[in-house]
């Protein structure tokens, strides 16, 4: 991440290189999970498929590059003030939407003030940028404007931050921060779909429903037409009907961090060319309600962790498709090169720690329930778990599988209501992917105790301590310092069981070798520049 203080220019992407020859060719992506996307709207974001479409059509301030650096987007420079509160942005000159109109830096405030909005924007959304002057306000409506973000000029954007935040940029790289053309979707209304743009690569050509979208390049586009003409977004309900449509070659790229090769099948396609792997930057896990027995004695979570062999999980189960992983961060995430001590496998262990609890053997703990959404491998490796605590602590889990949706509601009533025993969960299988590659996405976001997404209630007032501490540095010079103190605070979620972690999904997706300038990335398919991207042999 690059954050820069004291008045100086950032480092941002390279000038682009002009394209070697006109934009030909039809680049055919698949988005699984979806027979279909509703909503083309950075404010709005509804799932990850659509944050796909929305990355092609829309733009930022700044975006990831191939390593996961941030660089410039639509700004061609920013600055930092010396306390880490201030961000001035400076606008590229040719900073244009889709159908010509320049983007200004009123519009990226006006976008930012839409996002919080609640007549537009989620809770989620404004969580994502509370910190914000004037957010809190615009939010409970005392307010209409968003105080701390401001135009200074026609190419200038001034944003004020209430204290410093040392992933503030990054989290500009995620699309509830993009700019979108003033009063277009509200105009367009349902409409939209069949015709958004932004100031993004692409804008939508087309939209067939339940079939595909298509894009075309956005002539207005600052770096250049991208290098391939169009792009046909098809929707498969589920990923082994993808596999084999890109078997048939119908496809040039299959997968993503959320549904890649199906896993019975990367045996049919490991080793070619087309094949490209990461860990995502997910986490599969299990919480616990810390307001409900016997979950509110950190002894039995430490039991129930010490009690799960993860290693013959992800062998045995999951066909090693998977990373077994002790602690929260994602291996290879920012800060995982500093160690933790970690509650590994130890059946012995496990039976002594749940001794101190209190209870001489499992069957003497009330009933447990292990709820979980339902599907093919969640209901395998639930089992897998009910197993390992039935064979090393002698208690019988139930498993409730539910759908999705009803999964997502009972999940989310434990916010406010977290020892109803109707609605609340006892403990839950539950999954958490980075938004943008920084620690606080995972540590702060999700276990300091006045967390919206703090579903278990676990809470530590030194943990809290050391997050608020580590998110409010900015100096790139402190980056080691910060990190440290996040290491400390991880050591603490881990040692008392915030979360049981489980493993980091490996991510197998394919992309033919006639198509060039893609990156595969823990945080998806990135273009360094699409002017450059092309697809060999690839007919006008």
């Known amino acids: 991440m690059i954050l820069l203080v004291g008045f100086l220019l950032s480092a941002c992407a390279p000038a682009?290189?002009?394209?070697?020859?006109?934009?030909?060719?039809?680049?055919?992506?698949?988005?699984?999970?979806?027979?279909?996307?509703?909503?083309?709207?950075?404010?709005?974001?509804?799932?990850?498929?659509?944050?796909?479409?929305?990355?092609?059509?829309f733009g930022g301030l700044v975006r990831l590059g191939p390593d996961l650096a941030v660089i410039g987007d639509g700004a061609e420079s920013w600055r930092t003030s010396s306390d880490g509160k201030v961000y001035t942005f400076s606008l590229r000159e040719n900073l244009a939407y889709g159908d010509g109109t320049p983007a200004t830096a009123q519009d990226f405030a006006d976008a930012l003030r839409r996002t919080i909005s609640?007549?537009?924007?989620?809770?989620?959304?404004?969580?994502?940028?509370?910190?914000?002057?004037?957010?809190?306000?615009?939010?409970?409506?005392?307010?209409?404007?968003?105080?701390?973000?401001?135009?200074?000029?026609?190419?200038?954007l001034e944003i004020m931050l209430d204290s410093p935040r040392g992933y503030f940029l990054s989290q500009l790289t995620y699309a509830l921060a993009f700019v979108v053309p003033p009063g277009k979707i509200e105009a367009a209304g349902d409409n939209w779909i069949n015709s958004a743009f932004g100031s993004g690569p692409f804008r939508v050509k087309e939209h067939l429903a339940g079939e595909k979208l298509v894009l075309e390049g956005n002539p207005s586009y600052w770096a250049g037409p991208p290098g391939v003409a169009t792009i046909e977004l098809l929707f498969f309900p589920d990923t082994a009907t993808a596999f084999t449509s890109y078997r048939s070659g119908n496809l040039d790229i299959m997968g993503s961090i959320q549904g890649g090769i199906?896993?019975?099948?990367?045996?049919?396609?490991?080793g070619i060319p087309d094949m490209r792997s990461a860990s995502a930057p997910l986490l599969r896990f299990i919480g616990f309600n810390n307001r409900r027995p016997p979950f509110d004695n950190v002894y039995v979570r430490q039991a129930f962790a010490q009690a799960v062999d993860k290693d013959s999980l992800v062998r045995q189960v999951l066909s090693d498709q998977a990373t077994p992983v002790e602690r929260i961060l994602p291996p290879g995430f920012l800060g995982t090169n500093l160690p933790i001590t970690t509650l590994s496998f130890d059946p012995l262990g496990a039976r002594s720690t749940l001794g101190l609890a209190g209870y001489v053997s499992g069957s003497s703990l009330p009933p447990v329930t292990l709820t979980y959404s339902r599907d093919t491998d969640t209901e395998k490796v639930a089992q897998a778990l009910q197993r390992n605590w039935r064979d090393t602590l002698g208690i019988d889990v139930s498993l409730q599988g539910l759908p999705i949706k009803e999964f997502i509601a009972r999940l989310d009533s434990m916010v406010t209501d977290p020892t109803n025993p109707e609605t609340s969960l006892q403990m839950y299988m539950s999954i958490?992917?980075?938004?943008?590659?920084d620690p606080q996405n995972f540590l702060s976001l999700q276990f300091q105790s006045d967390s919206p997404y703090n579903n278990g209630h676990w809470s530590s007032s030194e943990f809290d301590q050391l997050t608020s501490e580590a998110d409010q540095i900015s100096d790139p010079a402190r980056t080691a310092e910060r990190l440290k103190i996040y290491n400390k605070a991880e050591q603490i979620a881990v040692r008392d069981v915030g979360w049981l972690p489980l493993f980091t999904p490996e991510v197998n997706i394919l992309i033919r070798p006639t198509v060039h300038g893609l990156s595969f990335t823990p945080q998806g398919i990135i273009a360094a520049d699409w002017t450059q991207v092309r697809i060999e042999n690839a007919q006008p």
């Open 16 to 57: 682009p290189q002009p394209p070697a020859a006109p934009p030909s060719g039809t680049l055919r992506w698949s988005i699984e999970g979806v027979d279909d996307i509703a909503r083309l709207d950075p404010a709005r974001l509804a799932d990850y498929q659509s944050n796909i479409a929305v990355n092609l059509i």
């Open 118 to 156: 609640p007549d537009t924007g989620t809770a989620f959304a404004f969580e994502f940028l509370k910190y914000i002057v004037g957010a809190e306000d615009l939010r409970n409506g005392s307010a209409t404007t968003l105080s701390g973000v401001r135009a200074l000029d026609t190419r200038t």
């Open 262 to 270: 199906p896993t019975e099948r990367v045996a049919d396609v490991r």
């Open 432 to 437: 958490w992917g980075a938004d943008y590659p």
